[in-house]
């Protein structure tokens, strides 16, 4: 079975950049996907998938990747279970739409 490698296009050595500027400024703070991506010039796209190698390479490491979980702020429900790094569109118990981005931190 082939996979298809989405970052092909991008040289190592920038991703390898990327992914350290995101983790040290983690390290300062909690941020969202949002954030994160208006520091280190990046889509917000891109980040997501950062974030999911940069989960990978910590698990070998001391540090790990924090995340306070999306919230809804109509009722409150957290997303705990929710294992995707992006916002979810809808509440499954009110169905309000404001919720609040899930943060990330390195600790
Ligand atoms: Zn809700």
Do not use: W
Request: glycine share 4%; aromatic share 6%.
């Amino acid at each position: 079975m082939k996979k298809k490698i989405k970052e092909a296009f991008i040289p190592v050595g920038r991703e390898e950049t990327v992914r350290k500027e995101m983790i040290s400024v983690m390290k300062e703070e909690f941020l969202s996907a949002r954030e994160i991506s208006g520091e280190v010039h990046i889509s917000e796209k891109e980040v997501i998938n950062h974030l999911h190698n940069i989960q990978k390479t910590l698990n070998k490491d001391k540090n790990h990747l924090k995340i306070i979980p999306a919230e809804c702020r109509k009722c409150g429900f957290v997303f705990k279970k929710r294992e995707r790094f992006t916002k979810p569109g809808k509440c499954p118990v009110c169905r309000g739409e404001l919720i609040k981005e899930p943060l990330f931190s390195i600790k």
